[in-house]
């Protein structure tokens, strides 16, 4: 049972430019949550979703970040327009139920903007 | 201050000491887990525990409900502990807060 698969796990772009990224859960679970960690920060949750449903998505930035978890294949986390103060680590966890059920992290995506 | 607080920020030990790393917290919540991240790696579960204690290997973890406030200790450091340990509490129904970290390095 593999576990949460994210891709790429390094990703570079130019200011600008999109980043997508990618979020496979666990085999059987079908909550997503989406958390970012800056450079020497503790990690903050952005967006939290089931399948084909954004359930809270309170801590994403009010523009050029959007979430989505469709009904077959991965979460992805799009962000236009990327800045330099996008770079971060992306880490997104997945769990079977919401309501306080163990969250199972993936590898993260670390976003360079240059 | 954060709602979620870790103490000592950073942590220094020889191998085989004895290792303590503490998180307090100031909201309710459902559950307390506690995280394990490598530098520039994933982060990986190791204790999700709601009461009492929990042991696996050479790590065991308490929480008091009470007190707010949870525990994570090391048995017999090794420098392949060295990482940062994060505390991280459920609050609602499935929002997780994270404490900061904690930066361990064991020294061989």
Redesign the interface.
Known sequence: NAGVMQNPRHLVRRRGQEARLRCSPMKGHS?V?W?RQLPE?????MV?LQKENI??ESGMPKERFSAEFPKEGPSILRIQQVVRGDSAAY?C?S?RQ???T???????T?LTVV | K?EVEQSPQNLTAQEGEFITINCSYSVGI??L?W?QQHP??????LF?LSSGKKKHGRLIATINIQEKHSSLHITASHPRDSAVY?C?V?SG?????????TRLKVLA
């Open positions: 909550h949550y958390y920060e503790g990690l903050k949750f939290y359930i809270d880490f966890a769990s919401g309501g306080g163990e969250a199972f992290f993936g590898q993260g670390r | 954060n459902s559950a887990h995280l520039g790696g994933g982060i990986v579960s999700m994060i991280a459920i129904t499935y929002k997780y807060i994270f404490g900061t970290g």
